[in-house]
């Protein structure tokens, strides 16, 4: 009887995996088709050099790079996975992010390809990765946003923004003690995921700055405001996947005023997002038994 029901709930699993996986697939090309910009960045590209090409394919390149630094985010928080499967999670939970509101849905779709860890386990660890990566990007961010917004006018406020900056560290270290009713979170948790979030974010801002001079735009210092102001935006806006593009454009132009970022976070969104979605339509939809993991990986 117990034998009958696990196969009925690993079919179950699988159902739901390869639907994820077809509505995934059927949302990428509704984005590719629904693009009503295919002539402004084929014109853009067009007018692109060697140096720019380079920046473009260097930015391509970092896409596995991302993803593999949220597979180990994932692996340390998990504790009992591999990388590799670790990885296979991490692609295949992409698919269902870009369906769901805030990407809520890319957690609870790591949980199809797990057997015998409880969802509430999933969830509780899913929890802690998205609030280490927004705490990472607001630590990075919160200054930046400050000057931004007080037009660069910086130097006489560095006292006050310091002052921003450590309430915000004291918040985030209060977070264990605010969080242990709902979530398991200890320090040394908090500190090396928020860790692992900081490297992911550099690779990030790396890949924009890249995508940027792809577009004509000249590396300028003003950058390391703007870039950090800009993640933290698209952070916080409020916003569905369906939509996620066209949010990402209106904060380019808003941050850096002009219509060449629009493009350069559309295509940045496409590679670390639609690329992902493309490569886990492919990965395998087999529930995966912990236990065995790290001795067969």
Do not use: H
Request: hydrophobic fraction near 55%.
């Amino acid at each position: 009887m117990k034998r009958n029901d696990e196969k009925k709930e690993l079919a179950a699993r699988k159902l739901v995996a390869w639907l994820t996986t077809i509505l995934a697939c059927a949302y990428l090309v509704y984005k590719l088709c629904a693009y009503d910009q295919w002539e402004q960045l084929g014109a853009s590209l067009a007018e692109a050099d060697a140096v720019a090409w380079t920046c473009g394919v260097v930015a391509l390149l970092l896409m596995p790079l991302n993803m593999l630094l949220e597979a180990w985010r994932w692996q340390f928080l998990m504790g009992n996975l591999s990388l590799r499967e670790a990885q296979r999670q991490v692609y295949f939970s992409k698919l269902a992010g870009q369906l769901t509101p805030y990407q809520v849905g890319e957690y609870p779709a790591r949980g199809l390809l797990i057997r015998d860890t409880p969802w509430s386990e999933v969830i509780s660890k899913g929890i802690v990765g998205s609030v280490t990566m927004t705490l990472a990007i607001i630590l990075v961010g919160i200054v930046p946003l400050l000057i931004w917004l007080g037009d660069g006018r910086w130097q006489t406020d560095w006292v006050l923004y310091g002052l921003i900056l450590l309430s915000v560290i004291q918040l985030a270290l209060l977070l264990p003690r605010l969080l242990r009713r709902w979530i398991e979170l200890n320090y040394r948790m908090l500190f090396v995921s928020v860790g692992q979030s900081l490297l992911r974010y550099m690779c990030w801002c790396v890949q924009f700055a890249l995508v940027l001079r792809l577009f004509g735009m000249a590396p300028m210092a003003e950058w390391l405001v703007l870039i950090p102001v800009y993640y933290l935006l698209v952070t916080v806006a409020p916003t569905v996947s369906v939509a996620e593009a066209g949010v990402r454009g209106a904060v380019a132009i808003f941050v850096f005023g002009s219509v060449e970022a629009v493009l350069a976070g559309v295509l940045l969104w496409a590679i670390n997002s639609l690329l992902p979605i493309l490569v886990g339509s492919f990965v395998d939809k087999n529930a995966k038994i912990f236990g065995n993991l790290k001795k067969n990986a």
